[in-house]
């Protein structure tokens, strides 16, 4: 993690430790360079403004170097062409201040999975339900389910982090597109209806709400 | 300054004053040499043919025709002949034609007065010397010469009086501006630049500094309005969870009790950095500074997926949505922005769009519709709607109808809409849909981005909910 605001990074670095993660800091931009060059990470947290070395010239120079570590970019700014740029720099994720520690957590597991081969398989499985990519076909023990398309996007994206908390944010980004915000919670009606289909009257339930982050889908008490 | 253009403007006056009457006396100086050059020729001439006694003999008679055609006939010895000057003039001692001085008949006039000549040699060594008295022209130009001068005199004085007074009406005007500019700078925004009422150039730079200044004083009062509306709806959640910060403190007694504080106390906080949020972005879209975002898509396209997104949210809220489109529809416009716009006003329709009594499903008609170079984008609800005359200010920032100020939301949601717009060149329009509202977003599309051509007319698109 290469964040200047040292409150912030040890608040992180000890949440991220109470969530079974464990984390290095860097203060600026060209000691967080030297530590990410040499490897090592799952992913890394980079705040845009940084002293001695900017964030975005720190991910340049990652993607230059052929470091393929996921880089998830922390900044104040937040509007529409800021994430461009950062995405365009060579970030995986951009995530704006303030945000809920949840969210943060979602984005670095979902960012630390990408290399995971659940992401090229063609077929997911959570418990008895299975959904097939290629034939667009899902089944809740072996029963088929009727999904819209979109109903089918949002199942898919929620299987290929299965097990992982989902928030509504990333939902919106990567199902629908959207990097604005929508005013009213519109996702969770989204989510019930897709819930109706797969988990009504069956015992078990996968698809779960996570209480203040979002939603994941999972097989057995977890 | 002004010394060198004086002082330019009199040398200019005196070289072209100086080039006219050099001129002149230069044209009358040849006509006169051409007419003499000719005569002596013709005696020339005579005293070949018919020998010296009859040259003469001709320039006796003719020196007596006038007192102007001057002549002198000498023999080789210098002696005169013939002729009515009384010497040979010195300064045509060589030979040479020209200018020369002569003191007419004593007794008649004693000054000197000015000729010009041209010798010619006869056979026989004779000379004769062909003039005309040249002192009327002297004269002449003498006279074109003063008027010269004391026209240009009276030209330059008139000029720099006008230009001086002229240069003072203009400082005049100026320093009023400047005395006004300074009193707008010490704060009073109100005051104006006076104009002439002839509306000439300064009038001009008047009105269009009235107009810079109107413009930034509505700035201002936008600016105060906003930042006292920063203040009230800032504050106002600020406080709130303040208090419940406290409350919880104070009041909590069980682990739950704190936690559930807590989260209230989040949620809060939440609502304010999407205020927060939603600020800064119109701030930055009224900036303009969101170019290099624009991309080419399909309109339609994007509507119909936000109208998706929201459909379900809507049937929860008894509202149903139709949507109507007349195919593709490409814009080059910021996705996210537009797709930010439209989620806005379906999230306000469903909001507000409830039909007063309550009773039934009531319906949000959505209908996207190319119109010329503009594309139009119409969301009509059947709910109470807004008042004509509180139209206008539903759009300002914070403006919150008394009617919604129980609902939850930042109150920026239509200002934020009206900033995508404007960004795009477009605007928004709050109709009374009889009864409801509908709200209309307008923008213009470049001709190229027009939808293809030859679009079957069977392909419109409709979810219905």
């Known amino acids: 993690m290469i964040e200047d605001e040292r409150e912030t990074a040890h608040f992180l670095q000890k949440a991220l430790k109470e969530s079974g993660h464990s984390a290095e800091l860097a203060h600026d931009g060209e000691d967080g360079l030297a530590a990410a060059l040499e490897g090592g990470f799952d992913v890394l947290i980079v705040d845009r403004m940084l002293p001695r070395l900017d964030g975005l010239s720190v991910v340049r120079k990652l993607r230059a170097d052929g470091v393929r570590t996921p880089v998830l970019i922390l900044s104040a700014l937040g509007e529409v062409d800021d994430k461009v740029k950062g995405l365009r720099a060579g970030g995986d994720d951009y995530l704006t201040k303030p945000y809920a520690f949840s969210e943060l957590l979602a984005r670095i597991e979902a960012l630390s999975r990408r290399g995971d ?93 996570i209480r203040g982050a979002g939603y994941m889908i999972s097989a057995g008490k977890s | 300054m002004m010394a060198a253009y004086v002082a330019l403007f009199v040398t200019v006056a005196a070289v072209i004053a100086g080039a006219i009457v050099w001129q002149t006396n230069e044209l ?53 002949i013939a002729g009515n000057l009384n010497r040979w003039p010195p300064e ?7 200018l020369f001085r002569y003191t007419p008949e004593p007794g008649l006039e004693t000054h000197e007065r000015f000729a010009i000549g041209v010798p010619v040699t006869l056979d026989g060594g004779r000379q004769l010397l062909v003039a005309r008295d040249v002192e009327e ?22 000029g720099l009086a006008g230009g001086i007074a002229a240069s003072r009406q203009i400082l005049k005007r100026i320093a009023a501006i400047t005395a006004t500019s300074e009193s707008i700078m010490t704060g009073d925004l109100s005051r104006r630049i006076a104009s002439s009422g002839s509306g ?13 200044l109107d413009r930034i004083e509505q700035l201002m009062a936008g600016l105060r309005e906003v930042s006292d509306n920063i203040a009230h709806d800032l504050k106002t959640p600020l406080n709130r969870l303040r208090n419940r910060a406290e409350a919880a403190l ?16 989040i949620d809060e906080a939440d609502e304010i950095i999407k205020t927060f949020n939603a600020l800064l972005l119109i701030a930055r879209l009224e900036a303009g500074a969101v170019d290099e975002t624009m991309e080419t898509f399909d309109l339609t396209a994007l509507v119909r997926d936000v109208v998706e997104l929201y459909e379900p949210h809507a049937e929860e809220s008894h509202r149903r949505l139709r949507f109507h489109a007349d195919g593709e529809i490409l814009v080059r416009a910021n996705r996210q922005l537009i797709g930010q716009a439209v989620a806005n006003v379906l999230d306000n329709a469903i909001k507000y769009g409830g039909r007063p009594s309550g009773g039934g499903a009531s319906e949000i008609e959505v209908v996207l519709a190319q119109k010329a170079d503009r594309v139009e984008l119409a969301v009509a609800d059947n709910g109470p709607g807004i008042p004509s005359l509180d139209r206008e200010r539903a759009l300002k920032r914070f403006v919150r109808l008394e009617a919604s100020r129980t609902e939850p939301g930042t109150g920026l949601g239509l200002s934020l809409v ?17 009864p409801g509202l509908r709200v209309v ?18 392909t419109r698109a409709m979810v219905d909910s």
């Open chain 2, 92 to 98: 045509l001692r060589d030979g040479a034609g020209g």
């Open chain 2, 28 to 80: 009358l100086t040849r006509q006169v040499l051409t007419t003499i050059s000719a005569e002596a020729e013709q005696l020339e001439t005579l005293a070949r043919m018919q020998g010296p006694a009859s040259v003469a003999d001709a320039v006796a008679e003719r020196s007596w025709a006038g007192r102007t055609h001057l002549y002198f006939l000498a023999d080789v010895g210098a002696g005169r």
């Open chain 2, 250 to 265: 104070r009041e909590a007694h069980t682990a739950e009790d704190y936690r559930e504080g807590l989260g209230r106390t």
């Open chain 2, 441 to 458: 977003l307008s923008w213009p599309v470049p001709a190229v981005l027009h939808a293809r051509e030859g679009q079957p007319p069977g």
């Open chain 2, 200 to 212: 000439d150039e300064l009038d001009e730079l008047a009105r269009n500094l009235n107009q810079m």
């Open chain 2, 418 to 434: 009206a900033a995508v717009l404007r960004l795009h060149k477009g605007s928004v329009r709050l109709e009374d849909n009889r």
């Open chain 1, 117 to 209: 081969p659940q992401e090229q398989q063609t077929r997911y499985v959570v418990g008895d339900l299975v959904l097939d990519r290629l034939s667009h076909r899902v089944t809740r023990a072996g029963e088929p389910v009727a999904l819209q398309p979109r109903e089918f996007r949002l199942l898919e994206y929620l299987m290929r982090h299965a097990g992982q908390v989902v928030t509504r944010t990333m939902l919106l980004e990567h199902v629908w597109d959207y990097h604005f915000d929508p005013q009213t919670n519109v996702i969770d009606v989204h989510i019930s209806r897709l819930r109706s289909k797969i988990d009504k009257n069956f015992e078990e339930s996968l698809l779960h709400t």
């Open chain 2, 137 to 158: 022209q002297r004269e002449f130009i003498g006279r074109v010469r003063t008027l010269f001068i004391a026209g240009f005199g009276l030209l330059v004085l008139i």
